[in-house]
């Protein structure tokens, strides 16, 4: 996963609790996403950045905010959790020119959520 | 109806067979296709991409698209036990894909040494 990195990988919350997750990229590409994925519900796209200073609404964007202060970071907060957010949440990058000319998503590790 | 529809599996899938991954998609202004391999705990990674109907190929993977059905597949040959992994199909309204992918919830494939 060069060139996109999360943190932090693991964490364990309470409910109510409050946290950002960190997300880095040095490829020096406009577009950042952060994806949570559930069993039985694939990857979801919460919120979208097409550029610094942007950001939109993805499909469960619920709960969360998020933040792109400069080009490399892109962060998303959860306020007050809930159970309903444990998950592992993926930041990804578009990279343009890909596999024959396809724009396509470059993930971060991972950051594998609990809320209790 | 999910937008984009895989069966979950697992799917088991002796080694040097044909694995076949399907993949059906409710929107008919969808206009890139992307498969993407992800392995136990690891992100997922780009495979293969199609945007016209018929056949594309690389190396033992083939995608294969019929918009008219709205399915598209995936076939490896010569499957290999590291082929085990989740296949997640992916689906875009734009050429050449963007920023709002739609993924299936995956299909787990397990190949049998």
């Known amino acids: 996963n060069a060139g996109v990195t999360q943190t932090p990988k693991f964490q364990v919350l309470k409910t109510g609790q409050s946290m950002t997750l960190q997300c880095a990229q040095d490829m020096n590409h406009n577009s950042m996403y952060w994806y949570r994925q559930d069993p039985g519900m694939g990857l979801r796209l919460i919120y979208y950045?097409?550029?610094?200073?942007?950001?939109d609404k993805g499909e469960v964007p619920n709960g969360y905010n998020v933040s792109r202060l400069n080009k490399r970071e892109f962060s998303l907060r959860l306020e007050s959790a809930a159970p309903s957010q444990t998950s592992v949440y993926f930041c990804?990058?578009?990279?343009?020119?890909?596999?024959?000319?396809?724009?396509?998503?470059?993930f971060g590790a991972g950051s594998r959520l609990t809320v209790l | 109806q999910k937008e984009v529809e895989q069966n979950s599996g697992p799917l088991s899938v002796p080694e040097g067979a044909i694995a076949s991954l399907n993949c059906t998609y409710s929107d008919r202004g969808s206009q890139s296709f992307f498969w993407y391999r992800q392995y136990s705990g690891k992100s997922p990674e780009l495979i293969m991409f199609i945007y016209s109907n018929g056949d594309k190929e690389d190396g033992r993977f083939t995608a294969q698209l019929n918009k008219a059905s709205q399915y598209v597949s995936l076939l490896i040959r010569d499957s290999q036990p590291s082929d085990s992994a989740t296949y997640l199909c992916?689906?875009?309204?734009?050429?050449?894909?963007?920023?709002?992918?739609?993924f299936g919830t995956g299909t787990r494939l397990t190949i049998i040494p």
């Open positions: 950045s097409a550029s610094e200073g942007t950001t």
């Open positions: 992916a689906v875009s309204r734009s050429n050449f894909g963007n920023e709002k992918l739609t």
């Open positions: 990804a990058t578009l990279t343009s020119g890909g596999p024959h000319g396809a724009n396509v998503l470059t």
